[in-house]
Structures are given as structure tokens and as C-alpha cells.
């Protein structure tokens, strides 16, 4: 059987069409107001990110954007995000192949208001925990992908403080289902915090822990 070779340029735009797919889902879903997210996706020593400040629907696959993981742009003409620093963390300290950036609603209240995401559900047991809380910084700088990865230690997604939160995965479909569950749980724990007289029932680090293990085995085996 002759041996199959990679075509660099058929992944490469492939890949950006799953990323301009994602950012386009994020808005479609209420993540994401205007051009206030960012997503990214790393194939090799290749990180395709959307671009600065330009409305999702206007994308097109010219439009492809590509750092390398010093931050060199390889691909493209428009400028990355300016939240580049964030995503390059991420790959350079985790073996994530997608990154989800938003500024959700639920998540950035939730952000003003605890250190941590109480275990509201087992579903954080997914992520590796209860959601926690990066200190904020200036969005873009250095120290704020520094925070963020304080608070992304042993999870797979995070706050930000006055900000938003991040998320990753190892597709971009993984990454944004972990950006939905988060978005979800923090709406769960405020809805349920509003609640006159009453204080939300936690879970415990048991019971944490025990979803945890079951939920290794989640989903269908092929």
C-alpha cells in the first residue's frame, strides 16, 4: 500500500474552517458579544487563531491566520488577537489542540464574585474541579496568561476575574463543550444563589471525586 503524505495546506485550511466554525458558534449561542472571543487550534508547531477585531460572519478562507509558538505570525496578513498570550500559554504548557476564549455572561458575574465556582454540579468533575478564578490583569499581557495558568492547574478551563473565561480541549469541539458547561454552571449557581433565604446545596470533595472516576468512562467506546 503506497504511504499516504500529509498535505500541510489541506490540513492547515481544514483546520481553519473548524476555527472560524467555532468562533461563528460562539456568537450564534450568546457566548459571544461582537468580536469580544477569540479561538484557536494547533496542528504541530502551527497555532491558526482567529483575528483581531474582525466580526466572524466576514471571515472567509483567505482570511487564514497563523503564529507560530513564539508569537511569530507565518500565515496571513490580519493581525492575531490580542489575547495571543493567552493561547500561546496554553499550548506551550498543556497538550490542548484547541482554545476557546469568551466573554460569556454568567462566567464574567460569576468572575466578580467568588475566588472559585462552588460544586454546584458533577460536571466540574469533567474539567478537573471546580472552576477557579484568575486574578485579573490587562486584557493581552503577559500577566494575565500568567494567571491564567495558576488557575488552569489541573483543569481544563478557568475564570477570569472581571473578564470572561477560557477553556480547552483536545478538538475544538471538546473545547467549546467545556466553554458551554462552564457558562452553564455558572448560570446554574446564580440562579440558584437569587433564590430568597436559601443557600444552594454543594457537593462534596467525595462526591466530586466519585463523579470524577465515572465520568472517565463517559460516552461511547469505539
Known sequence: MAEQRRDPEAEESHLWEGVVATARRTVA???????????????????????????????TPNDITGVDLDGRQVLG??????????????????DARAVVHTH?????????????LPPIHYMAAAMGGPARVAP???YGTDE???????????RSGCL?????????GAT?????????????????????????GRAPS????????EAGARLKGYGQRG
Open 29 to 59: 449561542d450568546g457566548l459571544v458579544v461582537g468580536t469580544s472571543g477569540n479561538v484557536s487550534a494547533r496542528v504541530g508547531d502551527l497555532v491558526l487563531v482567529t483575528p483581531s477585531g474582525v466580526p466572524y460572519d466576514r471571515l
Open 160 to 168: 477570569l476575574r472581571n473578564h470572561g473565561m477560557i477553556t480547552y
Open 104 to 116: 460569556a455572561v454568567h462566567a464574567t458575574a460569576v468572575s466578580t464574585l467568588v475566588t472559585e
Open 172 to 196: 475544538l469541539d471538546q473545547a467549546y463543550d467545556r466553554t458551554a458547561q462552564l457558562e452553564w454552571m455558572c448560570r446554574l449557581w446564580l440562579t440558584a444563589s437569587a433564590a430568597p
Open 77 to 94: 496578513t490580519l493581525v492575531p488577537t490580542s489575547e495571543l498570550p493567552m493561547h500561546l500559554a496554553v499550548y506551550r504548557t498543556t
Open 144 to 154: 494575565l496568561a500568567e494567571n491564567m495558568l495558576s488557575a488552569l492547574a489541573g
Open 202 to 209: 454543594l457537593l462534596t470533595e467525595e462526591q466530586m471525586e
Open 136 to 138: 485579573y490583569a490587562a
